[in-house]
């Protein structure tokens, strides 16, 4: 069975940093693409930024290019999304999700974490 659990979630001034870390588990074979979505109150879930489970295809959106960065350690089956220069409207829920094909789709992926929340405020 596959399992994500997300950490890293928090709050953090305007030009500020946050990793966050999603823990899988029992994907092997499974999942071939990890996404971090994000969700603000009000709003639909995004897709923030994928990437290919051994890491050879990575993909952000436009909205985050430049500061945000995903990344998988195949070996501590863990990814990771570094956020910098954080914004105000980057506050929002973001979730862990695993799928079987590349897709900034929520509905094209299986399996999800609990999500974590980030807070970008002065």
């Known amino acids: 069975r596959v399992r994500l659990v997300e950490s890293g979630g928090g709050s953090v001034q305007p030009g500020g940093s946050l990793r966050l870390s999603c823990k899988a588990s029992g994907y092997e074979g499974i999942v071939t693409y990890f996404g971090w979505f994000r969700q603000a109150p009000g709003k639909g879930r995004e897709a923030v930024a994928l990437?290919?489970?051994?890491?050879?295809?990575?993909w952000q959106s436009a909205s985050v290019e430049g500061r945000f960065t995903v990344s998988v350690d195949s070996a501590h089956d863990t990814v990771y999304l570094q956020m910098t220069m954080l914004k105000p409207e980057d506050t929002a829920m973001y979730f862990c999700a695993a799928g079987r094909r590349f897709s900034i789709k929520p509905e094209d992926f299986t399996y999800w974490g609990q999500g974590t929340q980030v807070t970008v405020s002065s």
């Open positions: 990437v290919s489970d051994l890491g050879g295809h990575v």
